[in-house]
């Protein structure tokens, strides 16, 4: 299975702390993908990794990836309460993106 | 440009009725995934459908469960004879016509109890 699976389940912090998710994987991918979803809301991507990319930028977002340990992580610098919600990994090899259980992530003001 | 769409956002059965999902994709997408999220769980894959054709429905249940794409209007996803079991979030993810996926856009999602 292709399935991402993430890590820590849950992560409590306060606001401007970092915080960092991770997401591990078993086989091979053309990339990886990072969502958001919000309590209640739909999922909403934040970037996608490929698979010959290590590390890729988008605002206060950082994504890692390493093939070589079937990983990745998710660092959300300066972390603000509108950050508090869950966030998937989901690995693509063909077309259909495998999602895992999700990080819910809580930042307390 | 709307994004992708779905109604009705909550529906509420009775076992034994019949449940219809629709999900409008994004403009200029030919592509639909359907999506199963259990509470506190992962979105789990059902099918992937382009216009008046079924891709992929590897992640549909054998029975009950059936889905359409067709040339004009929304896509539907419908459940017949729901069970309680079938409480869950319904999304419907679009993408264009690359051929190949890369990025999927969701829609908000439909809500069904199953009462």
């Known amino acids: 299975s292709q399935q991402g699976e993430e890590d820590p389940q849950a992560l409590s912090i306060q606001e401007g702390e970092n915080a960092t998710m991770n997401c591990s994987y078993k086989?091979?991918?053309?990339?990886l993908q990072w969502y958001r979803q919000n309590s209640g809301r739909g999922l909403v991507h934040l970037i996608l990794?490929?698979?010959?990319?290590r590390e890729k930028h988008s605002g206060r977002l950082r994504v890692t990836l390493d093939t070589s340990k079937k990983s990745s992580s998710l660092l959300i610098t300066a972390s603000r309460a509108a950050d508090t919600a869950s966030y998937f990994c989901?690995?693509?090899?063909?077309?259909?993106?495998?999602f895992g259980r999700g990080t819910s992530l809580i930042v307390h003001p | 440009n709307a994004g992708v769409m779905q109604n009705p956002r909550h529906l509420v059965r009775r076992r034994g009725q019949e449940a219809r999902l629709r999900c409008s994709p994004m403009?200029?997408?030919?592509?639909v995934y359907w999506y199963r999220q259990l509470p506190e769980e992962g979105l789990k894959f059902m099918v992937y459908?382009?216009?008046?054709?079924?891709?992929?429905e590897s992640g549909m249940p054998k029975e009950r469960f059936s889905a359409e794409f067709p040339k004009e209007g929304p896509s539907i996803l419908r459940i017949q004879q729901v069970v309680r079991g079938d409480s869950a979030a319904y999304f419907c993810?679009?993408?264009?016509?690359?051929?190949?996926?890369?990025?999927?856009?969701f829609g908000p999602g439909t809500r069904l109890t199953v009462l």
């Open positions: 993810a679009s993408s264009p016509p690359s051929g190949r996926t890369d990025t999927q856009y």
């Open positions: 086989t091979s991918i053309n990339n």
């Open positions: 990794i490929r698979s010959n990319e």
């Open positions: 989901a690995t693509g090899g063909s077309y259909i993106p495998t």
């Open positions: 403009k200029g997408h030919s592509h």
């Open positions: 459908l382009q216009k008046e054709n079924i891709i992929d």
